[in-house]
């Protein structure tokens, strides 16, 4: 059945190294969301993307964090260099436009030490 | 900016009782959609349920309905007949309809629900 895919499920990394997750979205959505969640912060969006142009990454500390749609079946978050703070769970959720649900990946959870 | 607010960190409610979830949230659209997803341990964020803002008609899915009150921006959560696979994170979301950036998906804090046997 049709789901979100995100790997790796798990990452764990020193700090200063580079960190890369990668999202498949739903064949046919062309929407994208990332998300951050911790317990301190809650669900942060961090970028969201339309046809694959960045519509909104004001939530994205910009000096560490990028991300990309190279093309419609993938979508990529990159942190370089990464810190401690960063230690996560990252979602991936993909959709329709006009107001539709999205659906989610099941996240990747990123530890920086 | 569009805001989503709930205002309870955690409640809790007896195995087959009935719960209620609040949310408020603020916007200056008129057009929009309304969620609630739910996160069990697993982590996995499920849609419960959807309203859109121009259909008057209160959602239902199941033992899951809302009570929508527009003019208000109230979007409630109740839960019948509660069931311990309920427990979980409960999170209200909004989402425009129109427009660039006001399309995003914008969550609250989120309600953690536990179910007691």
């Known amino acids: 059945d049709a789901r979100v895919t995100q790997t790796p499920r798990h990452k764990v990394t020193e700090m200063g190294q580079e960190v890369t997750m990668r999202c498949q979205p739903i064949?046919?959505?062309?929407?994208v969301f990332w998300y951050r969640q911790t317990m301190m912060q809650g669900l942060e969006l961090l970028a969201y993307?339309?046809?694959?142009?960045?519509?909104?990454d004001s939530g994205m500390p910009k000096d560490r964090f990028s991300a990309e749609m190279p093309d419609a079946t993938l979508a990529t978050l990159k942190i370089q260099p990464s810190e401690p703070r960063d230690s996560a769970v990252y979602f991936c959720?993909?959709?329709?436009?006009?107001?539709?649900?999205?659906?989610f990946g099941q996240g990747t959870r990123l530890t920086v030490v | 900016a569009q805001t989503v607010t709930q205002s309870q960190p955690e409640m809790s409610v007896q195995e087959a009782e009935t719960v209620t979830l609040s949310c408020t949230y603020d916007?200056?659209?008129?057009?929009?959609?309304l969620f609630w997803y739910k996160q069990p341990p697993s982590r996995q964020m499920i849609l419960v349920i959807r309203?859109?803002?121009?259909?008057?008609q209160n959602a239902t899915e199941n033992r899951f309905s809302v009570n929508f009150q527009k003019a208000a921006k109230s979007f409630s959560l109740k839960i019948s007949d509660s069931q311990l696979g309920d427990a979980a994170m409960y999170f209200c979301?909004?989402?425009?309809?129109?427009?660039?950036?006001?399309?995003?998906?914008?969550f609250g804090t989120g309600t953690l629900l536990a179910v007691q046997p």
């Open positions: 916007t200056s659209e008129s057009d929009y959609y």
């Open positions: 309203q859109e803002a121009y259909k008057q």
């Open positions: 064949l046919g959505h062309n929407t």
């Open positions: 993307f339309r046809n694959r142009a960045p519509l909104d």
């Open positions: 959720a993909s959709g329709l436009g006009r107001g539709t649900e999205a659906f």
């Open positions: 979301a909004y989402r425009g309809l129109y427009g660039g950036a006001t399309n995003k998906l914008i």
